[in-house]
């Protein structure tokens, strides 16, 4: 394993993975317990619609991309907030049609032809420096907006109602949020697939939720559990010459099942000793 | 003389169409410790939301010390009812209390006042120690007082509470009801409660709300209240432990 790391494609790797992991510990906590894993779903699958409309009209990825997720994302949340026993249902259409219009601009793109695996599971080891710019940037951003919010967003998370009674705007700060996750998941997609992106997002929070105290400490946890079920995943994918991102999601799904387990046998045993 | 805290004229309000509440008028009187029964579905919750501001009217007026509820947020405390709450959220009791605070200057974050004024609604509560611990792991009761905190941590002068004895069992509903006495004598107090026996040696007024509201200046809850409030659902009243004799009316 130490000898993978003299070769760049694997120290772009490691990074790429560590970032990916802090943005998805910081997001993905928020994404969790406000149970929008459907909606951040929805916006990863939406924004192959953006891939689509990039490669069709010859404008950059990142605009492309970044412009169409966000659109999907705001139509979400506005109906989201409008008819919350429906979003749910337009949520499924929108992911839908995105990846339909993704494809069929793609069919209709001269010479161009993306394979769609690529984009599903990404390619840690093929990322290049530029894009570990991006991510960096990425990262700032995000732990930033999530320190400047911290308070706002830790209270409409918990209880929004009671955030407007006390003067908070509820509704512009879930718009900066959900656009926060678009541009995490448009950037994060890129490197890791969207399928990674969705597992990073849910898996660690969902392990970290039950041994946290704060939301704070739920991101901290969730982030190091990121990084090693990445690390983890990456080293076998090495070693056994696998798929990486689908290692790492299996690795991850394993900490998953490993965490209920012992979740069931802690119950079982204070039930025992009472 | 006490003056009238709360005014409410000609108040209608309806769900996508469905009437909740029509041509409702009355007023409290500062200090009051308001009782609002009803059968479920009558609008009690709505009425609180009404009054508080999350819900805007659809006719009539809300006055809170002669302003818009808008305009007095900082005087009014809120008790929501707790099922409305995600209950696995990683979140302290001290983080919980704070939000009573909201909102904070986002450059400078808490300020030393919002974690006094904090600890303080916490030590009122006689919860103090356990401002650290995870809400989800504190009893029924502690929880609600968690709750009570929170909304008293801009130290309003009327406290609404949205039934709060629903998740405690009937002794920490009596410690409850005392906690709320005691907060009676500098604060109005709205409370929405089936526990229509234990609070007739609590509260100076009652509210029947069912549709429509009849306000009584009395502490003691009669049957023609009963009838009135619950006149829909007499399984409610038997759920909840009122005397036979109730019954006996309702079944001519």
């Known amino acids: 394993m130490i000898e993978a790391l003299q070769f760049e494609f694997m120290r772009n790797a490691i990074i790429a993975g560590c970032f990916a992991s802090l943005i998805c510990g910081v997001i993905g906590t928020f994404v969790v317990v406000n149970r929008l894993v459907f909606l951040a779903g929805g916006i990863a699958h939406a924004s192959y619609g953006g891939i689509g409309l990039a490669f069709f009209f010859g404008i950059p990825y990142m605009l492309g991309t970044l412009g169409f997720s966000l659109l999907a994302a705001m139509i979400m949340t506005a109906v989201a907030l409008k008819s919350k026993h429906r979003a749910d249902t337009f949520i499924g259409i929108i992911w839908a049609v995105g990846m339909a219009t993704g494809i069929i601009l793609l069919d209709k793109t001269p010479g161009y032809n993306v394979n769609l695996m690529s984009y599903l599971f990404g390619s840690i080891l093929a990322v290049p420096n530029s894009d570990l710019w991006w991510m960096l940037g990425l990262s700032i951003?995000?732990?930033?907006?999530?320190?400047?919010?911290?308070?706002?967003?830790?209270?409409?998370?918990?209880?929004d109602e009671f955030a407007r009674l006390r003067g908070v705007s509820v509704n512009l700060i879930y718009f900066l949020f959900i656009g926060l996750i678009a541009v995490s998941i448009v950037i994060i997609i890129r490197v890791v697939g969207l399928i990674l992106v969705i597992a990073l997002l849910t898996i660690p929070p969902y392990i970290a939720e039950k041994y946290s105290r704060s939301l704070f400490m739920m991101m901290a946890l969730s982030s190091i559990l990121a990084v090693l079920f990445n690390l983890t995943g990456l080293m076998l994918a090495y070693t056994y010459n696998l798929t990486s991102g689908a290692t790492i999601i299996l690795v991850a799904a394993a900490g998953f099942f490993l965490s209920m387990g012992m979740d069931a046998l802690l119950k079982k045993k204070q039930v025992d000793i009472e | 003389m006490n003056e009238p805290v709360i005014q409410v004229e000609n108040l209608s309000f309806s769900y996508n169409g469905n009437p909740v509440l029509i041509d409702v008028s009355f007023s409290i009187n500062e200090k009051e410790f308001v009782a609002l029964?009803?059968?479920?579905?009558?609008?009690?919750?709505?009425?609180?939301?009404?009054?508080?501001?999350?819900?805007?009217?659809?006719?009539?007026?809300?006055?809170?010390m002669g302003k818009t509820p808008?305009?007095?947020?900082?005087?009014?405390?809120?008790v929501p009812q707790d099922i409305s709450i995600n209950k696995s959220f990683p979140i302290s009791v001290m983080d919980v209390v704070l939000m009573g605070r909201l909102p904070f200057n986002r450059w400078t974050g808490l300020s030393k006042k919002d974690t006094e004024a904090a600890l303080a609604a916490l030590k009122s509560m006689d919860m103090l120690d356990m401002r650290h611990r995870k809400i989800d792991d504190l009893s029924g009761g502690q929880r609600e007082r968690a709750f009570i905190a929170r909304a008293l941590a801009t130290d309003p002068k009327i406290l609404f509470l949205d039934e709060p004895t629903a998740n405690i069992d009937s002794r920490g509903r009596g410690e409850l009801y005392g906690i709320l006495k005691e907060l009676n004598k500098t604060k109005t107090i709205v409370v929405v409660s089936h526990d229509t026996m234990v609070l007739s040696s609590y509260v100076t007024a009652v509210a029947c709300v069912n549709k429509d509201?009849?306000?009584?200046?009395?502490?003691e809850i009669t049957e023609e209240m009963l009838e009135m409030g619950y006149h829909q659902c007499p399984v409610e009243i038997i759920a909840h432990g009122i005397p036979h004799r109730i019954l006996k009316t309702h079944g001519k």
């Open chain 2, 213 to 219: 509201v009849h306000y009584h200046d009395d502490a």
């Open chain 2, 70 to 78: 808008d305009q007095v947020t900082g005087q009014i405390g809120y």
């Open chain 2, 37 to 64: 029964i009803g059968p479920n579905g009558g609008g009690k919750t709505t009425l609180i939301k009404l009054l508080i501001g999350i819900l805007k009217p659809r006719k009539g007026q809300i006055r809170i």
């Open chain 1, 141 to 159: 951003i995000t732990v930033l907006s999530a320190a400047f919010l911290y308070r706002d967003l830790l209270a409409i998370s918990y209880d």
